[in-house]
């Protein structure tokens, strides 16, 4: 899943691929930077830390975030006032600051000028990590996950960094339950619902082994894509033809291209040779936030609870 700039799916995919494949968040950076006292309460956390090969000696000051996702774990886990920058595409929560670096072409001298005590990235473009090491900033790496179990283990890891655990703990706990409470509304079927997901206008989706494909199979839904990319050579990201699409004849479709691409119910049903398509004779057409459906992080709890919604009625 999937952090994408606007109109740049192309570029969004490459990274998207590549993160995937990385299973460890790893992080650069032996030495660590000395951060100004905290204030009370989650400051009091023990320093040092350490997470996979990142040590920091004080509680970070200073976060740069790189990815949109990682932004909104620290504000979820109350380190919100310590991130200072974030990247261009970190839009929520409102309260964190507007970003003007990029994360999918990070430039250390930039990230450098914002004299951070922590940097937190979720691909390694650019090499980037070996920059930073470099000037002796510590990395944390959260690439896209896989797993809800990656999205757990990233909050918990920033949450140790930060000096927020304990605040960390409660909000994978709470993500936990809701998405088990969720889980219990599907209803029992006697054959699964078959859905399309829409990437971007080109028609790229996602299967069933990608982290927002596993969503749609705890929702009980079965995802026309698996058979586009059987053997996983395409990172779980195929591209689809509209004939394959139509002749899968999706029960719903799902876009996640509202934003960045203009797509609705109305262009989809506008679509040559889509009108026989049951999602839409039937009028099953589902508009995501692509925000919401490109992160990993505590709002995937939103994603799981529109698709399990949307799909509710379906027999």
């Known amino acids: 899943m999937f952090t994408r700039a606007p109109r740049a799916l192309t570029v969004a995919l490459t990274a998207l691929t590549a993160a995937a494949l990385t299973l460890t968040a790893g992080c650069a950076g032996d030495g660590a930077r000395t951060a100004g006292p905290g204030p009370s309460g989650s400051a009091a956390a023990s320093y040092p830390v350490t997470v996979g090969k990142v040590t920091l000696t004080a509680r970070p000051e200073k976060i740069v975030s790189l990815s949109p996702t990682a932004t909104e774990m620290l504000f979820a886990i109350g380190a919100g006032k310590q991130v200072t920058a974030v990247d261009e595409n970190s839009n929520y929560p409102p309260e964190a600051p507007k970003g003007d670096l990029s994360g999918f ?21 650019n090499k980037i990590m070996d920059q930073l090491a470099q000037l002796k900033i510590p990395v944390y790496l959260a ?25 960390a703990q409660t909000v994978v706990t709470k993500m936990k339950s809701d998405i088990a409470q969720i889980v219990t509304t599907v209803p029992q079927r006697t054959a699964k619902p078959t859905y399309y997901y829409e990437l971007g206008p080109e028609l790229y989706s996602v299967t069933s082994k990608t982290f927002v494909g596993s969503l749609f199979a705890m929702a009980g839904l079965a995802n026309i894509a698996d058979p586009a990319d059987a053997d996983g050579a395409k990172g779980g990201y195929p591209q689809l033809s509209e004939e394959f699409i139509v002749k899968a004849n999706p029960d719903f479709v799902f876009l996640a ?3 960045c691409c203009g797509q609705s119910a109305a262009t989809v049903k506008a679509r040559k040779g889509w009108s026989s398509v049951t999602a839409v004779t039937k009028d099953q057409i589902v508009a995501l936030d692509d925000d919401i459906a490109s992160r990993w992080g505590p709002r995937v709890v939103d994603l799981l609870r529109t698709i399990v919604g949307a799909t509710a009625q379906a027999k």
């Open 257 to 259: 291209d509202t934003k």
């Open 143 to 167: 690439p896209a996950a896989v797993t809800l179990d990656d999205t757990y283990r990233q909050t918990a890891d920033l949450g140790t960094l930060t000096g927020h655990a304990t605040e």
């Open 105 to 125: 072409q990070p430039n250390a001298e930039a990230i450098a000028a914002k004299d951070p005590d922590l940097v937190v990235i979720s691909n390694d473009l």
